[in-house]
């Protein structure tokens, strides 16, 4: 998957979502966090702590796979004020899958989280690696899920160091910028020693920027609203 990740800073350049000048005068200073790929045993606890300590609200784009696996994670995560995102059940290349793969990676995405948090609603997906087709985007609408992507990728799923990760999403943090980090790692990619340790250095970063970025005078807000699709609504048969 190197290609892929090597690639995917490019690819979401633009404006993440669109506010209309209402929300955009009234989040004139909101700067939003996410982060992919989880939940992670080791890693998301620690980082919810970091975030609970700031009293920061964050977005997780979680793995249907790794929600099942680790449920009271995701409980915390909601219990915290956090908001979660549609990740797909493992992680695929979407331009590599068939629509009706895609339906079952989105629909059981959102069947799992229906099935740990009742009361979560979804509103993004965020598609693996940034690579959206327009079987995709027409499987996320039916579902009632828009298209969630990222202004600032400090690459930390690389591990570059906790200086160049904060560096990186200090050069860039603007008004609205939607920041991609990670808690955790694709099935497909976990290295041999697993989920222990795998995203430290984005924790520790992340433990600086807060404050770094309240000094600028930005505010970490949760991703605005554009719908309100429940998951127990969003059901799609899985074989």
């Known amino acids: 998957m190197t290609r892929i990740r090597e690639r995917r800073s490019s690819c979401c350049?633009?404006?993440a979502f669109e506010l209309d000048s209402t929300e955009a005068r009234e989040r004139a200073q909101a700067i939003f966090l996410t982060f992919d790929d989880g939940p992670n045993p080791f890693s998301t606890p620690d980082l919810l702590d970091v975030l609970a300590e700031h009293e920061v609200t964050a977005t997780f784009c979680v793995i249907g796979a790794y929600a099942a696996e680790y449920p009271d994670l995701i409980r915390r995560i909601v219990a915290q004020g956090h908001g979660l995102v549609n990740h797909t059940m493992t992680h695929p290349d979407f331009s590599e899958c068939?629509?009706?793969?895609?339906?079952?990676q989105l629909g059981g995405?959102?069947?799992v989280i229906a099935s740990i948090c009742p009361q979560a609603s979804l509103h993004y997906v965020r598609a693996p690696y940034g690579i959206w087709t327009a079987q995709a985007r027409a499987a996320s609408a039916r579902l009632g899920l828009e298209p969630l992507t990222w202004t600032?990728?400090?690459c930390d799923w690389s591990c570059p160091g906790v200086d160049a990760i904060e560096q990186a999403v200090l050069d860039a943090a603007c008004p609205g910028a939607v920041i991609l980090l990670h808690d955790g790692c694709p099935p497909d990619e976990l290295p041999p020693d697993g989920h222990r340790g795998l995203r430290d250095q984005t924790i520790m970063a992340v433990r600086r920027l807060i404050p770094a970025l309240h000094d600028r005078g930005f505010v970490f807000?949760?991703?605005p609203c554009r719908c309100a699709t429940s998951p127990r609504n969003t059901h799609i048969d899985m074989p």
């Open 109 to 111: 995405a959102n069947e």
């Open 152 to 154: 600032i990728d400090p």
């Open 98 to 104: 068939t629509p009706d793969e895609i339906d079952r």
């Open 221 to 223: 807000a949760p991703l």
């Open 13 to 15: 350049a633009s404006a």
